[in-house]
């Protein structure tokens, strides 16, 4: 499964399938981290940016999940602009999108304040999702 398509009909679903339950997995570590990061003594650092590593790490296997024809490399870079997208957004502002940033929802999905930073933590995250979704793909292979 490196980049190819299979020739397998069940093994997209089954692909989207792994990809949706590794985003779970990684939904709740964020989840975690933004609830109990400063109470385990973790720093401001690795709280914020290990958040928005785990965003972006999200976003790639969601979109993986939900077009598994196409290539890491296409998730990637998909995964990538959408990120960037969301945090030049940050830049926009409007009474209804910053009521929005204001709600729980609204700051864990785009945030508040946009940062140069987050981009590379995004990149970051999605490197990882990329390594994630190899070593999930070998081993349901060999």
């Known amino acids: 499964m490196h980049g190819t398509q299979s020739t397998n009909p069940v093994a997209p679903l089954q692909l989207s399938l792994v990809r949706a339950a590794l985003a779970l997995v990684v939904i709740a570590c964020g989840l975690f981290l933004r609830r ?11 709280v914020k940016y290990g958040g928005s590593l785990l965003w972006a790490t999200m976003v790639f296997l969601l979109v993986g999940a939900l077009l598994p024809q196409l ?11 959408i990120a960037i997208v969301v945090e030049l957004s940050r ?23 946009f940062s140069l930073w987050n981009i590379v933590a995004y990149f970051v995250g999605i490197i990882l999702g990329t390594w994630l979704d190899r070593v999930v793909a070998m081993r349901r292979v060999g």
């Open 36 to 46: 109990y990061g400063f109470p385990l003594g973790l720093s401001a650092f690795v």
């Open 71 to 81: 290539t890491r490399t296409q998730v990637a870079g998909i995964a990538a602009a």
């Open 91 to 113: 830049l926009v502002h409007t009474p209804w999108l910053d009521a929005f940033r204001l709600t729980t929802a609204g700051a864990l999905l785009l945030g508040r304040i």
